[in-house]
């Protein structure tokens, strides 16, 4: 099964900020998700991306808000952009191999 | 769209009695796959088990077991032997078919609790 690396794994930002998590696989995969858990909630597929195309979205979810970066098939990137305190959730990036492994997510508090 | 469906919120046990998670799911997929998750405090997401749908076998691994009634749509998870170690947040989700859709749909979750 594969072992993800994420980070950070816990952040504090001021509303309006950006932040990026990273997440790295080691191995290569061809699909990696990003995941979003608000407060005492499930988790909810933000968005899928694949190595050398565009990152495919869930309803709710657009580009502007939360791009994600996906340059080698062991990496990918996360940002949150403009942020407000209804993003304060954590955040899990996941990979297929493994029956779904999961990174150890990042605990975002928006203040 | 598929959904998964936890209807308890909460559970509690004993320590070495055996409890059962009940989870059920929509689909009109044939071919799929089911999982139990189990989050602990530290908000690992942690592989409890799972079944592919063709197989009518239910799944074990060690002390945990799963129930599968494909007819049904029911997914439950046994635990048995319970343990201080497996209070947690449980989740269910499901995969739709190969060459479809690679996404987790889960189920809202359910916390238990395990009492000494």
């Known amino acids: 099964s594969a072992v993800i690396s994420q980070k950070p794994s816990r952040d504090i930002c001021q509303r309006g900020t950006s932040l990026t998590i990273q997440c790295q696989v080691d191995?290569?995969?061809?699909?990696m998700f990003w995941y979003r858990q608000q407060p005492g909630q499930s988790l909810t597929l933000i968005a899928t991306?694949?190595?050398?195309?565009?990152?495919?979205?869930e309803s709710g979810f657009v580009i502007d808000k939360f791009p994600i970066s996906r340059p080698n098939l062991t990496f990918s990137t996360l940002t949150v952009s403009n942020m407000s305190p209804e993003d304060s959730s954590i955040y899990l990036c996941?990979?297929?191999?493994?029956?779904?492994?999961f990174g150890s997510g990042t605990r975002l508090t928006v203040v | 769209a598929q959904t998964v469906t936890q209807s308890q919120p909460e559970m509690s046990v004993q320590e070495a009695e055996t409890v059962t998670l009940s989870c059920t799911y929509d689909?009109?997929?044939?071919?799929?796959?089911l999982f139990w998750y189990k989050q602990p405090p530290s908000r690992q997401m942690i592989l409890v088990i799972r079944?592919?749908?063709?197989?009518?076998q239910n799944a074990t691994e060690n002390r945990f077991s799963v129930n599968f009634q494909k007819a049904a749509k029911s997914f439950s998870l046994k635990i048995s032997d319970s343990q201080l170690g497996d209070a947690a947040m449980y989740f269910c989700?499901?995969?739709?078919?190969?060459?479809?859709?690679?996404?987790?749909?889960f189920g809202k979750g359910m916390k238990l609790t395990v009492n000494p």
């Open positions: 079944q592919e749908a063709y197989k009518q």
């Open positions: 689909t009109s997929e044939s071919d799929y796959y």
């Open positions: 991306a694949n190595q050398g195309s565009e990152a495919t979205y």
């Open positions: 996941s990979v297929r191999e493994g029956g779904y492994t």
């Open positions: 191995s290569q995969v061809t699909m």
């Open positions: 989700a499901y995969r739709g078919p190969q060459g479809g859709s690679e996404k987790l749909v």
